[in-house]
């Protein structure tokens, strides 16, 4: 899969004028939904959270 980075903040980290990735929108219970962006760091350990969520063998909610 190709990733696209484009400078922006980490919604993770908020990190700052840093390369940050798309992961999708996430919602808001009161105010709707917004772009959920990430810096490679907060990347991989989104990605390190649901290697050993699956590895666990947990049902997806």
């Given at each position: ?15 700052v ?13 009161d105010?709707g ?9 907060c ?19």
């Open positions: 899969m190709k990733r696209t980075y484009v400078t922006g903040e980490c919604w993770r980290c908020d990190a004028d840093v390369p940050v990735l798309w992961l999708g929108p996430v919602q808001s219970q105010h939904d917004g772009p959920f962006y990430c810096c490679e760091p990347v991989q350990r989104l990605e390190a959270l649901v290697r050993a969520h699956h590895s666990r063998g947990v049902a997806s909610a």
